[in-house]
């Protein structure tokens, strides 16, 4: 999809558990700075929890851009995510 954003929230319950998230470009190739060893995981039960990255607090920079985005579950339950 095209991003138009400025951050990314999601809500779901990984208190006992984790999630990260990777950012891809259009060919599926994890965009530098945005990859799932960048992402600070989510280990928390919340309905409107903030994904960053170590370099990245807003994802300002990837404005109007074609992104694929993947997800890393383990014990995790994903209700939704939002870009707003």
């Known amino acids: 999809f095209r991003f138009s954003g400025r951050a990314l929230r999601v809500n779901a319950k ?3 558990g984790r999630l990260s998230i990777e950012i ?10 945005f ?4 992402c600070n995981t989510v280990s928390t039960d919340s309905l ?3 994904v960053t990255w170590k370099d990245h607090a807003d994802l300002r920079g990837l404005g109007n851009r074609v992104i694929r985005l993947r997800f890393f579950m383990k014990n995790v339950r994903l209700y939704s995510y939002r870009i707003p």
């Open 24 to 33: 891809l470009d259009e060919r599926g190739k994890p965009i530098d700075g």
């Open 14 to 16: 990984a208190d006992f």
């Open 48 to 50: 409107d929890q903030p």
């Open 35 to 38: 990859a799932q060893r960048d």
